[in-house]
């Protein structure tokens, strides 16, 4: 529910330099390959770096 808030709020206040960073997010998160039982440790902690940094960019405007 506060993510859900957190968002709301940031597409109300965001601005351009937001927006450029959430969809810099985006591509950088997309071009990964999401981990599976194989994935070598290392790659595991890019995935998750990137994906809690792709959250966390979605909420930074509110």
């Known amino acids: 529910?506060?993510?859900?808030?957190?968002?709301?709020?940031?597409?109300?206040?965001?601005y351009i330099a937001w927006e450029e960073?959430?969809?810099?997010?985006?591509?950088?998160?997309?071009r990964l390959q999401r981990p599976g039982d194989t994935t070598a440790a290392a790659e595991i902690e890019t995935w998750n770096v990137q994906h809690r940094a792709s959250h966390m960019g979605l909420i930074a405007a509110c």
């Not at 969809?23 to 998160?29: E, G, N």
Request: glycine share 8%; hydrophobic share 40%; net charge positive.
């Open 1 to 14: 529910m506060l993510k859900e808030v957190g968002l709301r709020e940031s597409i109300e206040h965001g």
């Open 21 to 30: 960073k959430v969809l810099l997010s985006y591509i950088r998160i997309s």
